[in-house]
């Protein structure tokens, strides 16, 4: 008697598992697409898309300002598509066996060499026995990469700090302060950074471009800090949901770029950035594009295989395969 109420009792389980699943993924294809996007500079091309969809009947969009939160919905299914950056992305798709999909690339290189003033460099030569401060992951992989394709050797020629100030907001400010001589910022911390400074009488100089320096040692345009993916599940379920996002969210970076007044101000009001000020003068220096297809594969397997080169964790242990890009037959 009681192995025939257990099994009915499992019975009973399983059915309502598999009801509860088939109206989440009814709920899922009838529903508002799910989308995180990240604060900063890999959300602006967002933010257009936020401001026309606040009802939420088509998208539903939320900012965190943790990538791990984002890689952590995708690999749990609790988000339809994502913003987030390359490198993560890459991880992501090797974590689940090919579980999301790269729809398009949306920031090319965002990072700066910022100095204090007396410190003069020019070129990478100049920062031969030096110490430079960088933020954790992709700043540290790229500022790597252009280190040694420069003649310098990370640990005898040049320290790299990675681990001082690992959040490029701690960094942001010790620049401003004048506790540090030398760092790497992405945008639009740089912009903060400049005019914190100039409050506290700190006089600093950006003196290199790393999207520039990256151009002249790799493939021009293949710096891709940023990107846009879709769990392979969702797009296989809905297609033509997919692709009509991609027609808005393409819309919504042509805004940012063409309207940057009025798009700093949808950035400040959807809480992807704090001042809107800021985010006005920051978006020329922050490369947000839109590249999908062949292009986007095109500059996302240069990228991959220089990280692939400085450090396989950071995607994952392996480069992904053909069917990690979305549409670039």
């Known amino acids: 008697m009681k192995i025939r109420i257990l099994a009915i009792v499992l019975a009973t389980l399983m059915l309502m598992t598999a009801f509860i699943s088939c109206k989440k993924e009814e709920k899922k294809?009838?529903?508002p697409i799910t989308i995180y996007t990240l604060n900063g500079t890999t959300g602006f091309g967002m933010a257009k898309l936020m401001n026309d969809s606040k009802d939420g009947s088509k998208y539903e969009i939320s900012v965190k300002t943790d990538a791990a939160d984002v890689t952590?919905?995708?690999?749990?299914?609790?988000?339809?598509i994502a913003a987030l950056p390359t490198n993560a992305a890459a991880n992501v798709y090797n974590k689940t066996q090919g579980g999301v999909k790269i729809l398009a690339v949306n920031t090319?290189?965002?990072?700066?060499?910022?100095?204090?003033?007396?410190?003069?460099?020019?070129?990478?030569?100049?920062?031969?026995?030096?110490?430079?401060?960088?933020?954790?992951?992709?700043?540290t992989f790229i500022f790597t990469d252009l280190c040694k394709k420069n003649g310098l050797t990370p640990g005898t020629d040049i320290t790299i700090d990675s681990t001082s100030y690992a959040q490029p907001a701690n960094l942001r400010d010790a620049v401003a302060s004048g506790a540090v001589e030398i760092a790497v910022l992405p945008e639009p911390m740089v912009t903060v950074a400049m005019s914190k400074a100039k409050?506290?009488?700190?006089?600093?100089?950006?003196?290199?471009?790393?999207?520039?320096?990256w151009d002249k040692v790799n493939t021009p345009g293949?710096?891709?800090?940023?990107?846009?993916v879709v769990r392979t599940e969702y797009l296989e379920n809905n297609p033509e949901k997919v692709a009509e996002f991609l027609k808005d969210y393409k819309a919504s970076i042509e805004f940012l770029n063409t309207n940057t007044a009025e798009a700093a101000q949808m950035i400040q009001d959807t809480g992807i950035f704090a001042q809107a000020a800021v985010a006005e003068k920051a978006i020329p220096k922050c490369n947000v594009c839109y590249l999908d297809g062949a292009e986007m594969k095109g500059a996302m397997e240069i990228y991959?295989?220089?990280?692939?080169?400085?450090?396989?964790?950071?995607?994952?242990?392996?480069?992904?395969?053909?069917?990690?890009?979305?549409?670039?037959?």
């Open 29 to 31: 294809g009838d529903g």
């Open 72 to 80: 952590a919905a995708l690999i749990n299914g609790d988000v339809d």
């Open 108 to 139: 090319l290189g965002c990072l700066y060499l910022l100095t204090k003033d007396g410190v003069t460099v020019s070129s990478f030569a100049d920062l031969r026995g030096k110490t430079v401060y960088v933020p954790a992951q992709n700043p």
């Open 199 to 213: 409050q506290a009488n700190v006089t600093l100089k950006n003196a290199l471009d790393l999207t520039a320096e």
């Open 222 to 228: 293949s710096l891709v800090q940023g990107c846009v």
């Open 304 to 329: 991959l295989n220089a990280l692939m080169g400085i450090n396989a964790n950071a995607i994952g242990g392996k480069l992904p395969g053909a069917d990690f890009y979305y549409n670039a037959e």
